[in-house]
């Protein structure tokens, strides 16, 4: 089975840093993704992990510990754009040879002035 | 290049009623993957088609179904509507899920109401 634990909100200031933590227990595992996702709108892509380390895109970061099943997406310089949920996915193969996302239920960033 | 498409985007239904969902995958795309999303469950697999075929089923019930023509456009239904279902069902286009990497592109979802 599945289980990807993240906070359900968090809150942070306008130009600051927040870091938004992921931590899974899975059968199998092929890699991890980070989504945003806007109120109202489709899930889109930030970033993917497939092995150990840090993949710095922008002001987006993400990390991965395989060994401790654990990621995190690092936001730097917020925006108040970056106001949304942000999904934790990790991937794993299924019998029919897909690779198929289990979502985390998100975390809702809040950024304020 | 065009995104994922996904009709309606807004539908109201009442309990045992049936509704019928669509999707165009991105020209090119031949993975299409159906999601459910719910405030309290968040983002739950339903199934995935490839090639008019379905490869992969989540853990719902025999009243959702699905499938895929062969210009990779895909189509779910779900039949005797219940409350429970009111979501945001989402579709999700890829080339090809077996590929190791594999990036999803989401459509814009369809808003399903049951009353």
């Known amino acids: 089975g599945q289980n990807i634990d993240q906070p359900t909100e968090m809150t942070a200031t306008e130009g600051a840093i927040v870091q938004i933590n992921c931590t899974y227990q899975t059968s199998g595992f092929n890699g991890l993704f980070w989504y945003q996702q806007h109120a109202g709108e489709a899930p889109t892509f930030l970033s993917y992990n497939v092995l150990d380390g840090l993949e710095e895109k922008g002001r987006f970061s993400s990390f991965l510990s395989r060994s401790k099943g654990y990621s995190y997406l690092l936001l730097k310089e917020l925006q108040m754009k970056d106001s949304a949920s942000y999904l934790c996915?990790?991937?794993?193969?299924?019998?029919?040879?897909?690779?198929?996302?289990?979502f985390g239920r998100g975390t809702s960033l809040i950024v304020h002035p | 290049k065009a995104g994922v498409t996904q009709t309606p985007r807004y539908l109201i239904k009442t309990r045992g009623q049936q509704v019928t969902l669509s999707c165009s995958p991105i020209?090119?795309?031949?993975?299409v993957s159906w999601y459910q999303q719910t405030p309290g469950q968040g983002l739950q697999f339903l199934f995935e088609?490839?090639?008019?075929?379905?490869?992969n089923k989540g853990n719902f019930p025999g009243r959702f179904s699905g499938r895929q023509f062969s210009n990779s456009r895909s189509e779910m239904n779900v039949s005797t509507l219940e409350l429970g279902d009111s979501a945001l069902y989402l579709c999700a286009s890829s080339l090809d899920a077996r590929e190791g990497y594999n990036e999803q592109f989401f459509g814009p979802g369809t808003r399903l109401t049951v009353l």
């Open positions: 996915a990790v991937r794993d193969r299924w019998e029919g040879g897909s690779y198929i996302p289990t």
């Open positions: 020209s090119g795309h031949r993975s």
């Open positions: 088609y490839f090639s008019e075929t379905q490869r």
